[in-house]
């Protein structure tokens, strides 16, 4: 079984410039999660969708971020612009909530590092 | 607000002993428990996980303790191999939307 896919792994911007983050879930699962990890810090939930509508956004910078995850598959995570506080890695993680079935086991991909100079 | 505390950043153990990595949790909406395990430059793991129904739970070398009165979980690994050296998150499971929180995570680092 295919892992959660994200690209790119690594980019570097300059503050104000824009970046996107594209992910692709395990396929079957519904529910598909993007995380914030600052370095030092636990991962940090940005934004939550089951299947193609937000469950959660309460933790997005609206001003800035952007996502969407068209047709329930794939998902884009946008800044912009970026600022330096932005530099982190980016985590997308899917489950498959499965009616009664739940597993609660998120399953993550290799997370895209931004670096904003 | 952090829901989900690590307060130990790391922990060094010798190999072959029992590792405890400490979690505490604010908020009784939580139900589920779960322990992620991440290498450098990988994504985390999953690794064991607990309900918040039961008070225990066990897997191989690892076992994961609930004691929902205290708010407080811990994560066993015992015995301690080099290969276990990571960085351990705690994570939680809010019952009303399948929303997931992590602590800041604990560096184990086993010593051969």
């Known amino acids: 079984e295919a892992g959660v896919a994200q690209s790119p792994r690594y980019k570097i911007i300059e503050k104000r410039q824009s970046v996107a983050f594209w992910c692709n879930p395990i396929s079957g699962h519904a529910t598909l999660y993007w995380y914030q990890q600052i370095l030092g810090q636990g991962p940090k939930l940005l934004i939550q969708?089951?299947?193609?509508?937000?469950?959660?956004d309460s933790q997005l910078p609206k001003d800035r971020f952007s996502a969407e995850r068209l047709k329930g598959v794939d998902s884009t995570l946008k800044i912009q612009p970026a600022k330096l506080e932005d530099s982190a890695v980016y985590l997308c993680?899917?489950?498959?909530?499965?009616?009664?079935?739940?597993?609660?086991?998120?399953?993550f991909g290799e997370g895209s590092r931004l670096t904003v100079l | 607000d952090q829901q989900v505390k690590q307060n130990s950043p790391s922990l060094s153990v010798q190999e072959g002993r029992i590792s405890i990595l400490n979690c505490d949790y604010t908020?009784?909406?939580?139900?589920?428990f779960l322990w992620y395990k991440k290498y450098p430059a990988e994504g985390p793991t999953f690794l064991i996980s607990i309900s918040s129904i039961k008070d225990k739970n066990e897997d191989g070398r690892f076992t994961v303790f609930l004691n929902k009165s205290a708010k407080h979980l811990s994560l066993h690994i015992v015995p301690s191999q080099p290969g276990d050296s990571a960085v351990y998150f705690c994570?939680?499971?809010?019952?009303?939307?399948?929303?997931?929180?992590f602590g800041t995570g604990t560096s184990l680092t086993v010593i051969p």
């Open positions: 994570a939680a499971r809010a019952n009303t939307g399948n929303q997931f929180y």
């Open positions: 993680a899917s489950s498959y909530p499965g009616g009664l079935v739940f597993t609660g086991e998120l399953f």
């Open positions: 908020n009784s909406m939580f139900d589920y």
């Open positions: 969708f089951q299947n193609n509508g937000v469950v959660d």
